[in-house]
């Protein structure tokens, strides 16, 4: 699954490959995840920084492990800056499941940085925090 440039529409684009991160993401198959990354993409969660593919993959996996049946979602997505190569956005981010067989939810804030390599928008960056009071 991949998502071209359409110069007549970066918006629209950069907006779908978004959609496409968190689909991919509810699959809880880190292939899925990968092919929207850029090679060089870098996380940084509330207790891990990742900067290689492997150690991504790992917190991906991770992370499903510990909430079974994880259903992530987003709301108030704020686009702070759209260009024809790159794009910058935040938003609230959510999530539910089962931790050790009790049903859990959550919620905190999300920075997603998008370039276009090979005239396809990839997620080069993500910073996740917890939820501001």
Do not use: P
């Not at 959609?19 to 880190?30: C, E, L, S, V």
């Not at 709301?75 to 499941?97: D, K, M, P, Q, R």
């Not at 804030?109 to 370039?115: D, E, I, L, S, Y």
Request: hydrophobic content about 35%; some cysteine; charged content about 20%.
């Amino acid at each position: 699954m991949s998502y071209s440039l359409n110069t007549s529409d970066t918006v629209g684009d950069v907006k779908q490959a978004l959609k496409a991160y968190i689909d991919a993401t509810n699959t809880h198959q880190f292939q899925q995840v990968q092919k929207l990354l850029h090679e060089k993409a870098a996380y940084i969660f509330s207790d891990q920084s990742c900067k290689s593919m492997v150690d991504i993959q790992a917190y991906f996996e991770r992370a499903w492990k510990l909430i079974e049946q994880e259903v992530y979602s987003i709301s108030n997505v704020e686009w702070l800056f759209i260009h024809e190569t790159s794009a910058t956005c935040t938003y609230t981010y959510h999530y539910e499941g089962y931790h050790q067989g009790q049903f859990v939810q959550g919620s905190g804030r999300a920075t997603n940085v998008f370039v276009v390599e090979h005239n396809e928008w990839k997620l080069i960056h993500e910073h996740l925090s917890t939820q501001v009071q």
